[in-house]
Nanobody
Framework: QVQLVESGGGLVQAGGSLRLSCAPS????????MDWFRQAPGREREFVAG????????VYADSVKGRFTISRDIAKNTIYLQMNSLKPEDTAAYYC??????????????WGQGTQVTVSS
């Protein structure tokens, strides 16, 4: 059973940067579409960014486009979310999710436990 583990969250001032990582234990996600979601208190979970299973295409929510970059390192079996120019409204718990093997359909097999990002003004 694959478990996804996120890391890299923390407290940062507005305008700062963080890089989140998502690594699986108990398996590989090299052939899975990988997405990042976030959820702020009192709000629904929302899609942030996604990368295709081949790594050839990415997609972003409008709210983070131009500031966040999703990438994957096949050799390290790790997915990253580079977050720049952070804003207080980016404060949330961030989750990574793995889709289904060899598919870019947004249906998820695995979810991580989340890492907290807090942006102070």
């Amino acid at each position: 059973q694959v478990q996804l583990v996120e890391s890299g969250g923390g407290l940062v001032q507005a305008g700062g940067s963080l890089r989140l990582s998502c690594a699986p234990s108990g398996g590989t996600v090299s052939s899975y579409r990988m997405d990042w979601f976030r959820q702020a208190p009192g709000r629904e979970r929302e899609f942030v960014a996604g990368i295709s299973w081949k790594g050839s295409s990415t997609v972003y929510a409008d709210s983070v486009k131009g500031r966040f970059t999703i990438s994957r390192d096949i050799a390290k079996n790790t997915i990253y979310l580079q977050m720049n120019s952070l804003k207080p409204e980016d404060t949330a718990a961030y989750y990574c999710a793995a889709g289904r093997p060899y598919s870019d359909v947004a249906e998820y097999s695995y979810w991580g436990q989340g890492t907290q990002v807090t942006v102070s003004s």
